[in-house]
């Protein structure tokens, strides 16, 4: 994977492009609440669970961004995601976001893979997010998304 901040950014923002999320970030500590919570919605096509609508202190953010990190790990992947929390992408830890940017990046292109290979199944679109069917394989997601982020170590 990526390895300067510089590379992170651009990361980052080929995300938020490929998601329609009409915003840039020019620096990593720019990812906070707002862009991981637009990333789950437009990637999951769903709100993210237990969200606090307007947040009105750094807590709120951290409980939002800890809320998105939950539902990846316990209703999507199926794995520990302990080493991210919601507080130290709030305080803008920069591990901490080029870890959760790594995790929707891995997931964006697997569920962008499993869309081109179902495309010819239009009737199972929903919604004009990027999750168009219904995974009826979400007991693979996990090792999947494993394989796809070991083959990624392996070419970089």
Not at 80 to 109: A, C, Q, W
Not at 110 to 132: A, M
Not at 148 to 155: A, G, M, T
Request: with cysteine; charged share 25%.
């Amino acid at each position: 994977m990526a390895g300067s901040e510089a590379e992170w950014v651009t990361i980052a923002n080929n995300l938020l492009f490929k998601c329609h999320i009409h915003l840039r970030i020019h620096e990593l500590q720019d990812c906070d609440a707002n862009v991981f919570i637009a990333l789950y919605q437009s990637i999951l096509g769903e709100k993210v669970p237990d969200l606090i609508a307007i947040p009105r202190s750094q807590e709120d953010d951290a409980h939002n961004v800890q809320a998105v990190i939950d539902s990846l790990a316990l209703d999507y992947l199926q794995v520990s995601l302990s080493h991210i929390t919601g507080e130290n992408i709030v305080k803008r830890d920069k591990e901490s976001i080029k870890n959760l940017l790594e995790i929707f990046d891995g997931l964006l292109e697997y569920l962008t893979e499993r869309i081109s290979e179902t495309s010819h199944e239009k009737s199972k679109f929903k919604n004009g997010n990027l999750v168009w069917f219904t995974f009826y394989d979400m007991s693979l997601l996990p090792f999947i998304f494993l394989c796809i982020f070991l083959h990624r170590k392996q070419i970089h």
